[in-house]
């Protein structure tokens, strides 16, 4: 079945940087849309950033400007591209992909997270 693998993620510093990047460990021929998800601390779940399949993204209004989306839909590859970082964006960060065409049917599939610690 289709795998989702996430990397990048790490301790890092106010102010910091990282790019997590998530890929498929199976042959997929469409994914309609791609998105980062966090979980905090706390538990709760919120999405951080959504790629459609023509481009277009959407962010969470506290990552604006911070953060950005991108996709490759031949590789079929999402990156987020994260500076600036702040404490509140600790968090286990999960790929999260919508409509994904196999030759089996579509359906949607996520990973399994990779963590993420904004601290001094």
């Known amino acids: 079945q289709v795998q989702l693998v996430e990397s990048g993620g790490g301790l890092v510093q106010p102010g910091g940087s990282l790019r997590l990047s998530c890929a498929a460990s199976?042959?997929?021929?469409?994914?309609?849309?791609m998105a980062w998800y966090r979980e905090t601390p706390e538990k709760q779940r919120e999405l951080v950033a959504i790629v459609a399949l023509d481009g277009d993204t959407n962010y969470l209004d506290s990552v604006k400007g911070r953060f950005t989306i991108s996709r490759d839909n031949a590789k079929n590859t999402v990156n987020l591209q994260m500076n600036s970082l702040k404490p509140e964006d600790t968090a286990v960060y999960y790929c999260?992909?919508?409509?994904?065409?196999?030759?089996?049917?579509?359906?949607?599939?996520w990973g399994k997270g990779t963590r993420v610690t904004v601290s001094s």
């Open positions: 999260n992909a919508v409509g994904v065409l196999t030759v089996k049917g579509m359906y949607d599939y």
């Open positions: 199976v042959s997929i021929f469409a994914i309609h849309k």
